[in-house]
């Protein structure tokens, strides 16, 4: 119960993303549905935080959906092909140019 409430809250994404992160350092398999949904989680807080209406409410509109999506999925109530079919499309949409840029980027600051 706990958990379904923290997934309402960004320290829920970010624990969620924490979680798989240590399964991906330590060679198991991340839940990359749970990745993709705790990284809408928090893009959409963000948005939350600016002052402009149309984006707060898009904010927490996008966050109650992917928090839904997070709950359903980790109590087993979504089908397979929904997850398959949202991770496909997720990749689909972001350009490997920018998933690269980004992994450059952190090993810059992390020196």
Same mark, same amino acid.
């Given at each position: 119960m706990g958990s379904m409430v923290a997934d309402a809250f960004v320290f829920g994404d970010? =624990?969620?993303?924490?979680?798989?992160?240590w399964h991906k350092?330590? +060679?198991?398999?991340?839940?990359?549905? %749970?990745?993709? $949904?705790?990284? %809408? +989680?928090? +893009?959409s807080s963000a948005a939350t935080l600016f002052p402009e209406p149309s984006s707060t409410a898009a904010g927490a509109t996008v966050q109650a959906g992917a928090t839904? $999506?997070? %709950? $359903?999925?980790?109590?087993?109530?979504?089908?397979?092909? $929904? %997850?398959?079919?949202t991770k496909v499309r997720s990749k689909s949409s972001?350009?490997?140019?920018?998933?690269?840029?980004? +992994?450059? =980027?952190?090993?810059i600051l992390s020196k």
């Open positions: 970010v =624990r969620d993303l924490s979680i798989e992160a350092f330590r +060679g198991r398999d991340a839940d990359e549905f %749970v990745v993709l $949904l705790s990284a %809408v +989680g928090i +893009g839904t $999506l997070k %709950v $359903l999925k980790k109590s087993d109530a979504l089908s397979p092909t $929904l %997850v398959k079919k972001v350009p490997k140019t920018s998933i690269k840029q980004i +992994g450059i =980027r952190y090993r």
